[in-house]
């Protein structure tokens, strides 16, 4: 099941896609949502996305993610309000050389501090 979605998630990240592939995105957080793929196992394969050394990549796998974090609910909050990740996503944002990632890191962290601004058990976020 895990090797279905890290196919879903190539396809939705390729660097060779010149647009976001939503047919991809959308393909990847239904199988988050409709349990095909466990989200701790999803987001071991989007993290390794996001850390790609090709910047398209990676702009496509912040996509996915963020995607992920609009659509699937708790499932994937869950494992995004962890010390771990977001400690490795700040720190993608503060040191990424590419400018783009940077930015759309700095972006999804504002935007997720203010959805969970009242939900404490995603304080870390």
Known sequence: ???????LLE???DSTNLEPNWDGIIACFDSIRSG??????AMQSIRKRIQHD??????HALLV?????????????????TR???????????????????TKVLEM?????MAFANKPEYKIV
């Open 84 to 102: 771990e990740f977001m400690e490795e996503f700040k720190n993608l944002g503060i040191g990424s050389q590419y400018e783009d990632v940077k």
């Open 36 to 41: 095909e793929v466990p989200a701790k196992a």
């Open 11 to 13: 396809a939705a990240t």
């Open 1 to 7: 099941m895990s090797k279905k979605f890290d196919k």
């Open 65 to 81: 993610l963020d995607a992920c974090v609009k659509n699937c609910g708790h499932k994937i909050h869950a494992e995004v309000a």
């Open 54 to 59: 090709n910047p398209h990549v990676a702009m």
């Open 109 to 113: 962290l504002q935007c997720w501090a």
